[in-house]
């Protein structure tokens, strides 16, 4: 006689990634948004996992599925023209200049 398995398989599930997780999906990067993004900068794979601190894996993927928030972040900072080397103090005085700036052009 068989051994029955101790889960039944409709009760297994892939987990789901951490990037997909977010409970709001408009902080999501899309695939076509990540793929504009990369265009835009005229970023090669490998010069774009460098820049976000990625692996040209993930690059991929992002590229084939969206990404999360935080890569979104990443993309958006690095757009902006922030790198790892900026102090905090520099971050602080841009997103100063950033806030003023919205305020005058709503």
């Not at 005229?42 to 599925?65: H, V, W």
């Not at 990404?67 to 990443?74: I, K, N, T």
């Amino acid at each position: 006689m068989a051994r029955k398995s101790a889960t039944k398989s409709a009760d297994v599930r892939a987990p789901q990634k951490r990037d997909f997780a977010s409970g709001d999906a408009s902080l999501r990067i899309s695939a076509a948004d990540f793929v504009a993004w990369q265009d835009r900068l005229g970023l090669s794979n490998n010069a774009a996992a460098r820049a976000i601190f990625a692996s040209p894996n993930s690059i991929a993927i992002y590229r084939a599925m969206g990404a999360g928030p935080d890569v979104a972040l990443r993309c958006r900072a690095v757009e902006l023209g922030i790198s790892a080397g900026d102090s905090w103090q520099f971050i602080e005085r841009a997103g100063k200049l950033l806030a003023q700036y919205r305020a005058l052009h709503p």
